[in-house]
């Protein structure tokens, strides 16, 4: 959901940044909210992302929400260039699993959508045609045994790459989501964001979200992802609903 990280990202040394470590981070996060310039998403759609797609769309979140660190000094040049051979070896593997568990949640409910250019598929291997942004909208979040609660959805992801920024393109994937919800007749959506990110908030209540006021079972849920430690806000917006979903 930014163009730099509001909180540190900071795997264990030799490890790669997994699922559950993007999701957590990724929810409190967003692109700096972008300026409403309809112009230049002429050449841009917004559209459901393709199982094969689903590489490219990982390698989109871990640059966003957990970017490559710079290697480390070396003495000598080889040891320059074996750090960053291991580093580009580590970051595949991150975006193989990644990809895994993104396509793990369409296959029970997730839609994820994905800005890209106009008639040209995004391109899952690695060097291919970037994604310009992309959103996760799932009920899953929702119905976890701790708090279940229904009858909306949650977005857990909303990344914009940052080449792309002040386009409108956050602006487009959350009408894109919540277009979406419409279509499937519930209440509307919910989503966290960290308290210090201004540029979050400042997208979000732009769009009509508003924060929730604590209850048990909200904070119960808040906890149940894992974000009690980033001070978060969640938000809701009601969406219409398109009665033929009902």
Known sequence: MLAAALFAFAPPAGSSPGRADIFRVARMKVAPAPSEVPASLQSHQVRIAGEDELQAVARLMLDVFAPESPAAPALLPFMTSLLE???RTARAAAAGRLAAELSQ?????STIFIAAEAGVPADGAEGGLPLLGTVDLSS??????THGLTGSLYMSTLAVDSAH???GLGRALLRAAEAEASAQGVEGIYLHVEAANAGALSLYRGAGYSAVQPTPLLTTFTRALHLTHADPIL??????????AR
Do not use: S, T
């Open 85 to 87: 051979a291991n580093q």
């Open 105 to 109: 949640r369409v296959a029970i409910g």
């Open 140 to 145: 899953q979040e929702m119905e976890l045994p």
């Open 165 to 167: 920024r002040k386009r």
């Open 235 to 244: 938000m809701f917006k009601r969406v219409p609903c398109d009665g033929a």
